[in-house]
């Protein structure tokens, strides 16, 4: 029987905005990609250039997501594991193996599934998953950065540095913020 091992990895449980993304990646072993390791490793460029060849080379990939509402319905651990069971759920091959990035994984249906702790630096398929879910939340952090200039979120992704606590403080959350985390709730008047 062949085994088909599923690297799963998420991006964006810190930041205030958007949405958690995730992303599943079963790879061919017949046809292996150079320089796989944990995205907030690689730069920029290295990360583009994986994520094109990840696409092409993978037996099977695909990026699993919860939004906003989500995440302010159900917390963040809960959507993020939501957002890792449509990763899974989406892939064209069934994996007989789910491996996880992380302490803990939600229940995919039966599928056998281990969590892995550093997995992002051990397993190269949750590498493969951690780029891509990185390259596609980074791409929407620079689209709504063209939506809401004055936030800065090309810059620090929507993570709650300085300069985005600021901006929040004086320009308040826009439809995209996550109503539930503190500082934004902080930024609303709401604690």
């Known amino acids: 029987m062949i085994e088909y091992i599923a690297g799963v990895d998420e991006v964006g449980r810190g930041p ?7 992303a599943a990646v079963i ?3 017949g046809n292996p990609i150079e320089g796989l390791r944990d995205s907030k490793k690689l730069s920029e460029k290295k990360r583009n250039a994986l994520f094109i060849e990840i696409q092409e080379k993978a037996l099977a990939w695909h990026v699993g997501r919860a939004s906003v509402a989500e995440i302010d319905q159900l917390n963040i651990l809960h959507a993020t594991m939501l957002a890792m069971q449509r990763a899974v759920a989406g892939l064209a091959l069934t994996p007989t193996l789910v491996r996880v990035d992380g302490n803990r994984c939600p229940d995919f249906g039966g599928l056998a599934a281990e969590a892995l702790i550093k997995g992002d630096d051990k397993e190269p398929a949750i590498s493969a998953a951690s780029i891509l879910a990185k390259v596609v939340r980074d791409g929407e952090m620079l689209a709504l950065d063209r939506q809401y200039p004055q936030y800065g979120f090309a810059q620090h992704k929507g993570y709650p540095t300085k300069v985005h606590l600021e901006q929040l403080a004086a320009l308040g959350a826009t439809p995209f913020h996550r109503t539930s985390f503190k500082p934004v709730r902080r930024a609303l008047g709401l604690e």
Request: glycine share 10%; no cysteine.
């Open 16 to 22: 205030l905005v958007g949405d958690v993304v995730t």
């Open 27 to 29: 790879l061919d072993p």
